[in-house]
């Protein structure tokens, strides 16, 4: 690597020697750090971009083209005159009271201009269901991701020195991190109440248990799944920046920014008509940046700076303090007769929830819906339960659920077609929905194309001539 | 000793949830050289999105998709949309992209209708023309009537509108209803390669064939299917955040396994002839369900190898070897 640096190093000595050659006399010439490159004026053009009709055509993105030669702006990329920088000092306890916070030592530092806690945020809290998360914590801190304070600087390398100098007093409080053991009698109740279980859903159809009675086999399995995090390229970024009429604009990677900037009114008790939001483009979402997160910090930093206030997260904050997939602990029990036809399937789900409810309403949800997988099944039970943990908050994540009841619901099958001694193909054939199949929730579907999806991926692959 | 192993994994998986309202609005302003300007609320977040939303207007308007240039994501400028979640763009704003442009495309079939002397409903917007129906050879260029309309009948040619799938609230009892407007469908199979000295799981090959309806841009809904196929199998075989005392101890990428192009099999992609009448031009989405079956299907070819049934993910080599161990010594 040594090599490659100084290869560059002395192609871009040679490329300043050349430049200053070509140079009029007594203009000192400097390579700026990023040599624009240069592109043809006359581009290439994909033919598929200029066909009619449009749909159906593989054209190409024109964004595409903007990655390649580096000319997209991602927020890293955004500077504005006068800008600072912010960092977020997160929770040393999974579960605890915060007794202080003293930031006086961080403000006194060089290069410090400000520092925010969360007694200073308008309305501290938000969440696209429950509203119960606080943008910084100022009472309990119920995960280790919390943010407790933040900090504006010159640099951000000030800044992360600055979350050194700041003293928090904590009085610790009993944590529990199993989802199953959160339900206990005895567990801390992790946001007060009677019960940590925040969210539940139930789907009925049929008569299950009458169903298993006359099934020829039960099969009974626990399936459970972990903890995954987006890890999009771009992690959580923002900009915010006060104007002189008091109105805010703030660029961020947030993928809805209809409902981000409903979020941000909120928290900062603003009319909407005095937020700006501007979604750049995203370096990856995948579902986890459905939500704020400092921007409404920013703002706070840039109302009192008067600067524009930057803050990008660090690979770390991505994964402690951004939204992570709920893991599922699964319980399956299906009811078959001997041809392998499912006349029964009763499912019980519990969801790790993590220490704020987030996205888990959707996911709950879509999760339950979906869970006795895409087949005619008469009779069905799901119950499904949502349990705060002092761990790493759950949201969205691509498929909501799905992922982890697929693996269920598709080993099982597996499961059942091997006890069988039934083909796994013509056993999802006999059991998949087709047109006008009725859902778990007696949804009448349309647009159905399992069967068509199954019998074309099992061509393809071979499935048939298949030697081990 | 390397043992061979073949699993498959079907799924469905709905688009456009309607147990709340989901909306989106749209713009489609047709400029007077006949190209136009879109302005969305969803926000490009790397799936090619505004790829699809332009070629989506182009379509109602009859232009190719680069005469279509896409404004997305300003609060001050682009109407309200739900946002880049639940794999939605494609068919909630699509639906609200195409019926804002065929209401431009609207004032522009009144305008060539005295110019071609047909009735407006006799019009189509095909090849750049509006053209009357069934006789392509009575036509003008698009960009004539768009011209004409705005600055001799000042009528310029824009179009807004919205999006809902109907609202339907579930029976909170039985959770019985109607919650999403539509699914897609899909399969995947897996070949792997198992060590059974070391549970080491290699995946060879995914034969992916997914119903989105109407592919739209078939390239980007071949690029969604090999992104979720890779987070599938990261899914499957190597991510999981890990924990003590609350803590976690991988939050890294050092430590944090993940799929690399050098984990990643071989993939092949097969899209299932479809159309659903309630999307644009018949779509539906692409985005989730890409990822859903790939690790069930991993799942069950590694069963199909060596005999374990993992039971709780990741599937990672300790795990697979325990499982081999366990039945060696049954």
Redo the contacts between chains.
């Keep these: 690597m040594a090599t490659r640096t100084k290869d560059v190093q002395t192609d871009a000595d040679e490329l300043v020697t050349a430049r200053e050659a070509r140079a009029p006399a007594k203009q000192p010439l400097t390579l700026p750090a990023d040599d624009p490159v240069a592109f043809p004026l006359q581009l290439p ?1 994909s033919k ?16 595409g083209r903007l990655h390649g030669l580096g000319q997209t702006q991602y927020i890293d990329d955004l500077t504005f005159p006068h800008m600072i920088h912010a960092k977020v000092l997160r929770s040393e ?3 605890a009271r915060i007794v202080s916070i003293d930031t006086s030592s961080a403000e006194a530092m060089p290069g410090v201009l400000a520092t925010l806690t969360g007694k200073e945020i308008p309305r501290n809290s938000f969440g696209p269901t429950l509203q119960d998360q606080p943008v910084l914590a100022d009472d309990v801190v119920r ?2 991701g919390d943010g407790v304070a933040a900090v504006a600087a010159v640099t951000e390398q000030i800044a992360a020195d600055a979350l050194e100098k700041i003293k928090v007093e904590y009085e610790p409080l009993r ?1 529990v ?1 199993d989802p199953l053991e959160a339900l206990g009698d005895d567990a801390p109740r992790i946001h007060g109440g009677d019960t940590n279980i925040y969210a539940s ?5 049929g008569d299950v248990e009458k169903a298993f009675a006359e099934s020829d086999h039960v099969f009974e ?9 987006h ?1 999009p390229l771009e992690p959580h970024a923002s900009i915010a920046s006060w104007d002189g009429n008091g109105r805010v604009s703030i660029w961020s990677s ?6 981000g ?1 409903e979020d941000l009114a909120r928290t900062l008790e603003l009319p ?1 008509s005095k ?13 986890g ?2 939500e704020i997160t400092n921007e409404p910090i920013l703002a706070m930093l840039s109302r009192k700076t008067g600067r524009p206030v930057k803050s990008v997260f660090t ?2 904050d991505e ?2 303090s951004s939204t ?1 997939r709920h893991p599922f602990t699964m319980d399956y029990k299906t009811g078959v007769m001997n041809d392998g036809t499912i006349i029964a399937r009763k499912i019980r789900i519990i969801l790790d929830g993590g220490a704020y409810c987030s996205w888990t309403g ?1 996911t709950i ?2 999760g ?3 869970a006795p ?2 087949y005619n099944i008469d009779n069905i039970h ?1 119950e499904a339960y949502a349990v705060y943990t ?3 908050t759950t949201g ?1 994540m ?3 659920g ?2 982890q009841v ?2 269920a ?3 099982q099958m ?2 059942i077609a ?1 006890k069988l001694g039934i083909d ?2 013509e056993i ?1 054939l006999k059991n ?2 087709s047109e006008g199949s009725s ?5 009448t ?6 069967k ?3 019998n ?3 061509q ?2 071979g ?1 048939k001539e ?1 030697q ?1 | 000793m390397i043992k061979r192993g073949r699993g498959m994994a079907c799924m469905w998986y709905p688009i456009g949830f309607t147990v709340a309202a989901n909306p989106s609005a749209a713009t489609v302003k047709v400029n007077t050289d006949g190209t136009a300007t879109v302005l969305t609320g969803t926000v490009e977040t790397g799936q090619g999105a505004l790829t699809v939303l332009g070629q989506i207007a182009a379509q109602a308007l009859g232009i190719a998709t680069d005469d279509v240039h896409v404004v997305s994501a300003d609060t001050d400028t682009t109407p309200m949309d739900t946002g880049a979640i639940a794999s939605r763009t494609t068919y909630v704003t699509g639906n609200a992209v195409m019926l804002a442009a065929e209401k431009a495309r609207d004032i522009l079939f009144q305008a060539a209708a005295p110019l071609l002397e047909v009735p407006p409903d006799q019009l189509e917007a095909r090849d750049r023309k509006i053209q009357v129906l069934g006789f392509p050879s009575k036509s003008v260029d698009i960009g004539t009537v768009a011209q004409h309309s705005e600055t001799v009948l000042g009528a310029p040619s824009i179009g807004s509108a919205s999006y809902n799938p109907p609202t339907v609230p579930m029976d909170p009892e039985t959770g019985q209803g109607k919650p999403f407007n539509t699914y897609v469908y899909a399969t995947q199979i897996a070949e792997v390669e198992v060590d059974d000295e070391t549970g080491e799981v290699e995946v060879k090959r995914i034969v992916a064939v997914h119903d989105c309806g109407t592919p739209i841009n078939p390239m980007l809904v071949e690029g969604q299917i090999e992104g979720g196929i890779s987070m599938g199998v990261g899914f499957a075989l190597q991510e999981e955040i890990l924990f003590k005392d609350g803590a976690q101890i991988n939050p890294n990428l050092t430590n944090y396994i993940m799929p690399t192009s050098l984990d990643m099999p071989e993939i092949e992609v097969e899209l299932v002839d479809n159309y659903d009448p309630t999307g644009p031009f018949g779509a539906k989405g692409a985005g989730e369900p890409t990822a859903v079956p790939t690790a069930a299907a991993i799942m069950n070819a590694i069963h199909d190898a060596v005999g374990v049934r993992i039971t709780s993910l990741p599937a990672t080599a300790e795990k697979v070897l325990g499982g081999i161990l366990e039945l060696q010594a049954s």
């Excluded at chain 1, 971009?49 to 964004?63: I, S």
């Excluded at chain 1, 399995?221 to 995090?229: I, K, L, N, S």
């Excluded at chain 1, 579907?445 to 399992?450: E, F, H, M, R, T």
């Design positions: 053009e598929a971009r200029l066909q009619t009709p449009a749909v159906g055509q593989r054209a190409t993105r024109p964004d306890h999974a579960h995960h280790r944590p991190f859903k139930v789907i009925k159809k399995r626990r399936y459970q799944t972990q903890m995954v995090e890890v947030l993928g809805r920014i209809t409902l900037r909407q937020i700006r939001l501007i979604g750049t483009i995203v370096g990856g979402n995948f579902g940046k459905n690979r770390g994964f402690v992570i959707t949800g879509k339950s819906i979906l997988g895409p799901v002092n761990k790493t969205a691509r498929g909501f799905a992922p697929c693996f619901y598709e080993s597996d499961e091997h796994p193909l999802r998949a929905f859902s778990p929730t007696s949804q579907l349309q647009a159905v194309a399992i068509e999806s199954l074309q991926a099992a393809r692959f499935w298949w081990a």
